[in-house]
């Protein structure tokens, strides 16, 4: 092996000076993003000194506790690997880093589609390493049984860390929610993941996906849910564009003049473009929308916290318009797959951050503005969510996992969110906090409802206060096959881990 293409720092030979070359960017020891917690949870929380050791700090180590970071490794951040002893599985932890990597800046060529050959299609071997073009995201594939479009499903995954299915047995629907599930269980479950997603996955209560075979055989129900919610969310570009009011992911105060940020207000000009286009327009503003969407995956790992929810609600929004492309066309365009496994990557990173309050966990009143933030993460991860399975029902794939919401809290009610002043606000989420005891209404409890023309009194409850991103995922709960086969499927793509 020719040393000239030997990595200096870890030794790491490759065929290509290319690939060197990417491997470099990443392997260079660099400036870490700039964060005002460095510190990991744990000694945050108890006020001590932490030698921000990854992938756990001494005293967890010591203690034998979890030990999380706000912001994951970047680059720049090098492992202590020293401590890898005490890693679950190393060869898994190869593998998250390899996937991690993927998506840093500079190495969107394991992602560019017209490098890769047909030999690594069928064998499945793509590698990070791999002499790929330069990123760049292709044109949508004409059918999902182009190799092109089933790149990622064709991939030979880690079942720990991405459960992406073959298409082979593609999966979509929403699953049915078992009669016999346990409220109270759901809630210590949610009580215990300190606000963040949790490590295990809802195994004994899971939205279980549907098995959907052809187009054709989809229940009445569950295209019928499919095609509402593709309705709805297609208004929500223009709806940001006119101005009147904002989609319901997106609070007053991000599309406010003096506190809106970059990658919205660059969001609302290509909204306006999009719902105005003349004919054959579509094409440059598609170009303009990735164009976009690239400096969000390039760059997301470098934002604080403010500007990267700004950059997902901008993300949700360009993938609305990039499934109509045409304004006015009535079909669903499919979208190249290396965009969605963008979007996991950066909504994993982004449920790293947080997505719950502490306050929220101790069922006390948050601030008004951490409110405000950590409602609109979680609204824009719950909308990414459905339209990913609204477009997995339309192409007969398979949808992101929803057990992996079950944790956190119900859409907020609508008086909390589109409330206005600060101290009225105060005083409604006391009386709302009264209203639920102990015990608020989490994302897990849909899977209690049952078909029929009245709920139960806490879904009732949550009902009576919902908004319209509430409703429509409400919409999809009972858009369910409730037959026993369905147990043999998986549980769909992973996110949050």
């Not at 990991?40 to 979890?66: G, H, V």
């Not at 064998?123 to 990070?128: E, L």
Request: charged share 20%; aromatic share 10%.
């Amino acid at each position: 092996m020719d040393s000239a293409l030997r990595c200096t720092i870890c030794s790491k030979t490759f065929t290509q000076k290319s690939s060197l070359v990417r491997h470099s960017k990443r392997c260079s020891p660099g400036p870490a993003p700039s964060l005002r917690q460095k510190s990991c949870r744990a000694c945050t929380a108890s006020k001590t000194k932490c030698d921000l050791q990854r992938p756990r700090c001494a005293r967890c180590e010591q203690r034998d506790t979890l030990c999380e970071y706000v912001v994951p490794m970047t680059r720049g951040t090098r492992v202590d690997h020293s401590r890898e002893g005490h890693k679950k599985s190393h060869t898994n932890e190869q593998v998250a880093v390899t996937l991690d990597d993927m998506v840093a800046a500079g190495d969107f060529g394991a992602l560019a589609l017209p490098g890769v050959s047909s030999s690594m299609l069928r064998d499945g071997d793509i590698s990070v390493d791999s002499d790929f073009s330069p990123f760049e995201f292709g044109a949508p594939p004409l059918t999902s049984a182009s190799p092109l479009y089933n790149i990622l499903a064709s991939r030979q995954p880690q079942t720990s860390i991405w459960d992406y299915p073959t298409v082979t047995t593609p999966l979509a629907g929403m699953a049915p929610m078992l009669a016999s599930f346990d409220v109270q269980n759901s809630y210590n479950a949610a009580m215990m993941t300190l606000c963040t997603p949790p490590e295990h996955e809802f195994n004994d209560h899971d939205w279980l996906l549907w098995s959907k075979g052809h187009a054709d055989s989809t229940p009445p129900l569950v295209r019928h849910s499919m095609e509402t919610l593709l309705r709805v969310m297609k208004t929500w570009p223009r709806t940001l564009a006119k101005g009147f009011q904002t989609p319901p992911f997106l609070h007053n105060t991000h599309t406010n003049p003096k506190t809106i940020l970059q990658p919205m207000i660059n969001c609302i000009a290509i909204s306006k473009l999009w719902s105005n286009q003349g004919e054959g327009a579509s094409e440059p503003i598609r170009q303009t929308i990735l164009q976009e969407m690239r400096l969000i995956f390039e760059n997301y790992r470098l934002l604080d916290e403010r500007s990267l929810l700004s950059a997902l609600q901008a993300l949700t929004m360009y993938t609305i318009m990039m499934m109509y492309p045409g304004y006015d066309q009535r079909s669903v365009s499919l979208i190249d797959p290396a965009i969605f496994f963008c979007l996991q990557k950066t909504v994993s990173y982004v449920a790293k951050t947080g997505l719950m309050l502490t306050e929220e966990r101790d069922n006390e009143r948050p601030s008004w503005e951490s409110w405000i933030h950590v409602t609109a993460k979680r609204r824009a991860v719950f909308s990414l969510y459905l339209l990913h399975w609204s477009y997995a029902v339309y192409h007969g794939l398979e949808s992101f996992a929803c057990s992996q919401l079950g944790f956190m809290p119900a859409p907020a009610p609508k008086f909390l969110w589109q409330e206005t002043n600060k101290a009225q606000w105060e005083v409604l989420y006391d009386g709302w906090l009264a209203q639920w005891g102990d015990r608020p209404y989490t994302m897990h409890e849909f899977a209690a409802i049952q078909a029929g023309a009245s709920l139960e009194r806490r879904s009732e409850t949550w009902l009576e206060d919902a908004d319209e991103l509430g409703v429509l995922f409400f919409s999809i709960v009972n858009a369910t096959d409730r037959e026993d086969p369905v147990h043999e499927f998986g549980k769909g793509i992973d996110v949050l881990s």
